[in-house]
């Protein structure tokens, strides 16, 4: 079945870079492409980019010139990569898979890693 | 960007209710709204895709109406698992944007 999961490390110091990996099954990164979404404590989802199945990808501006996406197929995997960490960078990170033909959207979600940026 | 406003935030109801949850796009966003459920712990789900398609294995108590600014989430006879927080996403426009949320426990 469909699944995405998350990993990476807990804890990031101020200014260090976050590198996370989402592992995906049942499905290939060739055919479908993944978004990562984040969420801060008590805060609402933010959408921040995405990666096509292409290799293309798309951020969001207020991310873009920290942030970088990349995958390697072979592997299932899609990593998320983001510089220059502040401590309002503090979320929850999420990678969500997107929908094809008549699903719009994304349709299936990993089930978050928390990451916490503090000195 | 397209400002999503999710309304209401917190929900208290009692089981057999009907219970409406509200999104409001700040621009035109067509049906291209997403509803999706989340328990404590758990992934999203997806519920309702395209404002008004229920998603494979989603029960029939959920439907969603809507289309260009305004769209609602409807359960029509709410359940105790239903206890969950619910979101809504807009993919109609770069950068995608979701709801605040909608908080929803029981009586």
């Known amino acids: 079945q469909v699944q995405l999961k998350e990993s990476g490390p807990g804890l990031v110091q101020p200014s260090q870079t976050l590198s996370l990996t989402c592992t995906v099954a049942g499905f290939s990164l060739t055919s479908y492409n993944v978004h990562w979404v984040r969420q801060p404590p008590g805060k609402g989802l933010e959408w921040m980019g995405v990666i096509w199945n292409t290799g293309g990808t798309r951020y969001n501006s207020a991310l873009k010139s920290r942030l970088s996406i990349s995958k390697d197929t072979s592997k299932s995997q899609v990593f998320l990569k983001m510089n220059s960490l502040q401590t309002e960078d503090t979320a929850t990170y999420y990678c969500?898979?997107?929908?094809?033909?008549?699903?719009?959207?994304?349709?299936?979600w990993g089930q978050g890693v928390m990451v916490t940026v503090s000195s | 960007d397209i400002q999503m406003t999710q309304s209401p935030s917190f929900l208290s109801a009692s089981v057999g209710d009907r219970v409406t949850i509200n999104c409001k796009a700040s621009?035109?966003?067509?049906?291209?709204l997403n509803w999706y459920q989340q328990k404590l712990g758990e992934a999203p789900k997806l519920l309702i895709y395209n404002a008004n398609s229920l998603q494979t294995g989603i029960p029939s108590r959920f439907s969603g109406s809507g289309s260009g600014t305004d769209f609602t989430l409807t359960i029509s006879s709410l359940q105790p698992e239903d206890v969950a927080t619910y979101f809504c996403?807009?993919?109609?426009?770069?950068?995608?944007?979701f709801g605040g949320g909608t908080k929803l426990e029981l009586k």
């Open positions: 996403l807009q993919h109609n426009s770069w950068p995608w944007t």
């Open positions: 969500a898979r997107e929908g094809r033909g008549g699903i719009r959207g994304t349709d299936y």
């Open positions: 621009q035109n966003i067509n049906r291209y």
